[in-house]
Structure formats: structure tokens, C-alpha cells
């Protein structure tokens, strides 16, 4: 009957409801208990942060070493706020603002926890230490050159790689005396083959002693730059041959069929961006006037190439000749002068009647030519009243042949206000 009954009572849905409400009562006071009750927690290797360290830096100071190098907290908490401490949440500060001299110094220090922590139920932990301790040493200040080497080569033959260049040539370097008086350059190591176009980036370097030697890692730890990295330029050049030309200005009957010129040098040697001599084959370097001379010619002209490519060859002028072959030439005193534009109120006078011009040309169409057929223009727009030697321009009329005067004919004149 009893056991009849007890099997009844646990087998009821009233009883498995109280059971369950009965488990969630202990659990929830075994959980409060266990999450409140108080535990030592220690937080190892917590990392000290500076503050102010550029003032004391401006005060000509610097920190060569200090100890300990990180800090322990031993804390009593509760269970449910260790997960909240460890040493990425939470750091120790120095204050460096009243730092005015060298030597050992022992700052005290400011613990820094995690925004939104209750820290009054943390309480006060115990330190490892009390102080830190600092030694101070006279901040020095040294400059050195920037230096780096090339050696990969381009990747073409008439290619050159010209001389690194660094901007900043030469760097600031901040730390103690007898560490920094050690350094001798800034090394900017290049890690580049076969280029084919300039190279620029921005780059690292490395610190090196009279020997070309790295100082020590833990001295470097000490010594400070302005900067942190170089802006390295390698330009990458083309070497390349190209032809002088002069340009022609024909007239007094020559043409391309009966003119000989020739360029001494012949060819030059430049060098350029790649890209700027793929299509420079020809360097003008003038014109001349085929008119001013009557069969043979020479001149010098400057070798200047454009801006932005460079003359490798030693040569910077060259020898221009030229001669008229198959033309002749006729002399003739020109009487038929006339002037154009006479200032207003005044009038013109010749001091010759005529000027001996010399005309150029084939000789059938030299003997259709007479003086007759030869006239002489000056313009007067920009002369006052005065002795003048104007610049006249010569014509031949009468005749579609390729002939023309040689040379520059100047007329003297006395301009007379009315």
C-alpha cells in the first residue's frame, strides 16, 4: 500500500514542479556564493607607460634603462572579475614631467584599469613594487648621412641605374653620448633586381657603426631618429643614339634636290626615361637660311637637348655646312625703291639712288631677269625722323621661276618731318 502510494506522489507532474524549483533555489545560491566569494588573482608582466616623455625629451633627457621592466598586482577579488583583469586591460603609467636631472630616479606610478570596472570591489592590490626606477642620461643629439647601393642590375642592356637618391641625405639621431658617437651612417638596404623603369618607395635603414656594423639591438633601444623612413629614388635611365638635324629654310632658288648639307657629329648619345626617348630619334637643333649665303655655307650650332633628357656625349656644339650646287648668281644695282608706311608729315630721303642686290637661281631663269624686274620695299612703321638703315625686302617680278635675292640688304635713308 505505501509503496503503492510513493510510486503515485513521484510519478505526479506537482511533484517533478517543486523538485525543479527546489534545484533552481540551491543552484542559484551555490552559484552566488561561489561568484562572490573572494579569491587572490595575480596579474603578472604588466606592461609601464610613459607619460609626458616629450617634455622631458625637450628638456634635453631621455630614460637609458629603468627596473623593474614590467609590474606585478596581486589582487583579492571575486571569482566573477578575474576574467577582467590580466595585463591587456590594465598598465601602470610614470608621470616624466618632473624629471630635471640625470641620474637614478624613482618615480611613483599610476595603476590604469579597464574603462567600466567596479574598483570598489577590487580593493587595493598589493604591488611587487613601490617604486620604478629610472636612469636618466643627457639626451645627445648626432646627425649622420643617409647611404645605400644599387646592385640589381636593369633589364635591358642600354638601360642604366643612376645613384640612389635619399630625401632626407642626412637624418637626426637623439640618444645617449657614448651610444650615438658610435654611428657613423644611416644604411638604406635596396632589395630590388632588374629594374626597368625608376623606382621609388619609402624605406627602412639601418643604424651601422665606422665598420659597417649594426650596433646592438639593446643599444638601439636607446637612440631615437627624426625619422622612420627614406624616400629612396633609383632612375632608371635609356642610353640611346640619335641624329642632328638642322632645318632648312630654302629660298633664292635652292631646293632639297640641289642642296647638300651635312652635321659634324653626325649622331650624339642621350640618355632619359624610358619612356620619353621611345619615340626621340631626331634632335633639332636650328634652322638656317638658305637666302643668306650664295654656294657655300658653315655654322655652329649649340647641342642643347630637351629638359628631360641628358647629353652623354663630350660634344655640346656642332659644325653645320652646306652648298648650292647647279644654281648661279647675277648681280644687279637696283634703282626701284620703295618705302611703305613714311611716318605721318614727314618724308624720305635716299642717301644712293640704287643698292647692288645679287640674285640666285637656274641659269635659263637668271638670263629672263633685268634690274627692271627687281624691287626693293621698306617698311617705315617703327622709325622716327632720323638717319636710318632699314632692313628692305627684295622681290623679283614678272617671273614664276625659283629665284631670289642672296643676303641681307639694308638701305640707307634720312627720314625729314615736313
Request: aromatic content about 8%; hydrophobic content about 40%.
Amino acid at each position: 500500500m505505501l509503496r503503492r502510494t510513493l510510486n503515485k506522489i513521484f510519478s505526479s507532474r506537482v511533484f517533478y514542479i517543486i523538485f525543479a524549483l527546489l534545484a533552481s533555489v540551491v543552484l542559484w545560491f551555490y552559484v552566488e556564493i561561489t561568484e562572490n566569494e573572494e579569491q587572490t588573482h595575480v596579474v603578472s608582466d604588466i606592461p609601464i607607460v610613459w607619460r609626458n616623455e616629450d617634455l622631458m625629451r625637450d628638456r634635453g633627457f631621455l630614460i637609458v634603462n629603468h627596473y623593474p621592466q614590467t609590474i606585478d598586482l596581486t589582487f583579492e577579488v571575486p571569482l566573477a572579475l578575474v576574467s577582467q583583469l590580466n595585463n591587456s586591460t590594465i598598465s601602470v603609467a610614470v608621470d616624466l614631467a618632473g624629471i630635471t636631472r640625470t641620474g637614478h630616479v624613482s618615480p611613483l606610478y599610476e595603476i590604469i584599469y579597464p574603462p567600466g570596472l567596479n574598483l570598489n570591489a577590487i580593493g587595493t592590490p598589493r604591488r611587487s613594487i613601490d617604486r620604478i626606477t629610472l636612469l636618466i642620461d643627457q639626451l645627445s643629439v648626432r646627425t649622420v648621412e643617409v647611404r645605400g647601393e644599387y646592385r640589381g642590375g636593369t633589364a635591358e642592356e642600354d638601360l642604366v641605374a643612376d645613384a640612389a637618391e635619399f630625401d632626407p641625405p642626412i637624418i637626426s639621431i637623439f640618444g645617449p653620448e657614448d651610444i650615438i658617437s658610435r654611428i657613423h651612417q644611416a644604411y638604406v638596404p635596396i632589395l630590388r633586381e632588374n629594374l626597368d623603369s625608376t623606382y621609388i618607395d619609402e624605406l627602412g635603414f639601418m643604424l651601422l657603426d665606422e665598420h659597417g656594423y649594426e650596433l646592438d639591438p639593446n643599444l638601439l633601444e636607446l637612440v631615437s631618429t627624426n625619422v622612420e623612413t627614406i624616400h629612396t629614388t633609383i632612375r632608371i635611365r635609356q642610353v640611346k643614339s640619335v641624329r642632328l638635324d638642322v632645318g632648312l629654310i630654302h629660298g633664292a632658288g635652292s631646293t632639297t634636290q640641289n642642296t647638300i648639307m651635312s652635321i659634324e657629329p653626325e649622331y650624339i648619345t642621350v640618355s632619359g626615361e624610358p619612356e620619353a626617348l621611345r619615340n626621340f630619334n631626331i634632335l633639332h637643333i636650328g634652322n638656317f637660311d638658305m637666302s643668306s649665303f650664295t654656294r657655300v655655307a658653315t655654322d655652329v650650332f649649340s647641342i642643347v637637348p630637351p629638359a628631360h633628357i641628358t647629353l652623354e656625349s663630350s660634344e655640346t656644339t656642332a659644325i653645320f655646312g652646306v652648298e648650292v650646287i647647279g644654281l648661279d648668281f647675277v648681280d644687279f644695282n637696283v634703282e626701284s625703291i620703295f618705302m611703305i608706311n613714311v611716318p605721318p608729315e614727314h618724308h624720305v630721303e635716299l642717301v644712293s639712288p640704287s643698292i647692288p642686290i645679287r640674285i640666285r637661281g637656274n641659269s635659263d631663269d637668271l638670263e629672263q631677269i633685268t634690274a627692271m624686274n627687281i624691287r626693293a620695299v621698306v617698311d617705315l612703321t617703327d622709325f622716327t625722323a632720323g638717319r636710318h638703315r632699314p632692313l628692305a625686302r627684295v622681290y623679283v617680278d614678272g617671273t614664276t621661276a625659283n629665284v631670289g635675292a642672296i643676303g641681307e640688304h639694308r638701305i640707307p635713308i634720312i627720314i625729314h618731318p615736313d
